[in-house]
């Protein structure tokens, strides 16, 4: 990008007077929004980030009054000087501002936006003043992928911002799950409980295929909730739900077991594939764990080897010593370990490599737009190579179609997972689609 168009352009110095003509309170930011959505830039899009100061009350506990509104005036000036023409900012409180880009439809785009506002924010210490930094994070939201009018999108990217709170650069991309966010539901993990116990949740089997045969070699279970509902719960939802309560450990073994389960009778039809299962980061404080899913494999006579387990990267490196820990005892079983959304919880090389994980997930925000933005193909690129010089395979999530396939193959990719391919199927479906496939029988 040139650097006379250049997003967030530092922009010169204007008189104090001139500064804030990029700022709105809440109400009149939520109508500007509303306002340039239909025609937010050339592209039609717009992303929007919710910025998380943190310390602010801090700041104010340890300063006095006058001092700590001079510091957040500075932010403020920060956001003010950094900031294009067409973009705003609301003040919502000491601790947050939302801020829209109009015309940002890339999310890698997003993310540079999103890194700059948090270096400018980061504001240095003071003589006289004291030696107390702001951490904040940072959320992003884009239109349409993330919402369809202004409320929706803040409360996505606010939703982000809460996961951005928990990684080490402090700043996230929404996913569909948080775009498919319902407002909060304070009985929704004793109806995640209930529908536990009275075996009405379902789980789906999305194919991962080999990019070199086309074969289908694995498979991800994903739990839905069948209703007849025009908004069902989304399955991030739920997961949200059963973390909640106490009976997290309860949901993954129905996951875990379904699966294997349906993997012991697809055997029987012949279908050989690996199964995976998403397990929550709040598992690895379960010392239990490598022992809870011994015993599962056992009672459904699946071999170790036909498991991998998929954990977040973010949920990983919160505590990579005790992660390593927990990790190490499951693979000894023999299961493979799967790195899930890697590229967005942002693990640094010394972390990486002690990691012991067998396989990692590419994320979608990184797949999806490979083909138009130089810079996430490079940044594939760069992830496959990371991974097979540490003896990893990659899958590819988000390929949803087959100029993006045939260029995964073209890089060496191992695995693609995404649309193009197949959506999440019921078991009954998921067997006719691999036996229609590939015939009756394993080669």
Not at 199 to 215: K, M, S
Not at 249 to 277: C, D, K, P, W, Y
Not at 281 to 301: H, I, K, N
Not at 325 to 344: H, I, K, P, S, Y
Request: aromatic share 6%; with cysteine.
């Amino acid at each position: 990008m040139r650097m006379s168009s250049s997003l967030l352009a530092r922009q010169p110095s204007r008189p104090i007077e001139s500064r804030r003509a990029r700022q709105l309170d809440p109400r009149g930011f939520l109508d500007y929004v509303t306002e340039v959505l239909p025609r937010a830039g050339t592209n039609g899009k717009l992303a929007l980030l919710v910025l998380d100061l943190r310390r602010g009350d801090r700041l104010e506990a340890l300063m006095a009054a006058p001092e700590a509104e001079v510091r957040f005036e500075r932010v403020l000036d920060a956001l003010e000087r950094l900031l294009r023409t067409g973009d705003r900012y609301a003040p919502v409180s000491r601790e947050e501002i939302w801020v829209a880009l109009p015309g940002v439809g890339d999310a890698s785009v997003a993310v540079l936006a999103a890194i700059r506002c948090l270096h400018e924010v980061r504001l240095p210490d003071i003589d006289g003043e004291p030696d107390l930094q702001l951490r904040p994070c940072a959320g992003i939201a884009s239109f349409p992928e993330h919402g369809e009018d202004a409320r929706q999108l803040v409360r996505v990217a606010d939703a982000a911002c809460k996961a951005a709170a928990l990684t080490e650069e402090g700043y996230c991309v929404a996913t569909q799950r948080e775009a498919a966010a319902l407002p909060d539901d304070p009985h929704l993990a004793e109806r995640v409980r209930e529908a536990v116990r009275a075996n009405a949740l379902e789980v789906h089997y999305q194919p991962q295929i080999d990019i070199v045969t086309g074969r289908c070699t694995a498979a991800e279970a994903l739990v839905r909730w069948p209703s007849d509902d025009a908004k069902p719960v989304p399955p991030f939802l739920i997961a949200q739900g059963a973390e909640r309560s106490e009976i997290n450990q309860a949901f993954t073994l129905f996951i875990l077991n379904t699966a294997l389960r349906h993997r012991m009778g697809l055997r029987r039809a012949g279908i050989e594939l690996r199964m995976s299962v998403n397990f929550s980061a709040r598992l690895l404080d379960d010392e239990e764990l490598p022992d809870l899913v011994a015993q599962s494999l056992e009672a459904w006579s699946v071999p170790a080897e036909q498991l991998t387990v998929e954990l977040t990267e973010s949920s990983v490196v919160k505590d990579v010593s005790r992660s390593v820990r927990v990790l190490e005892r499951v693979r000894q079983l023999g299961v493979r370990l799967a790195m899930d959304d890697f590229g967005t919880g942002y693990a640094s090389l010394a972390q990486f490599k002690r990691l012991p994980f067998d396989e990692i997930k590419i994320d979608k925000l990184f797949v999806q737009n490979m083909l138009q933005t130089r810079g996430d193909d490079q940044i594939v690129r760069a992830m496959l190579d990371l991974a097979h010089n540490f003896g990893q395979r990659v899958v590819a999530e988000g390929v949803e179609d087959l100029p993006t396939l045939e260029r995964l193959r073209e890089l060496g990719c191992d695995l693609a997972q995404g649309y193009h391919i197949s959506k999440a199927l019921p078991e009954a479906h998921f067997r006719a689609w691999w036996l229609a496939r590939h015939g009756h029988g394993a080669e």
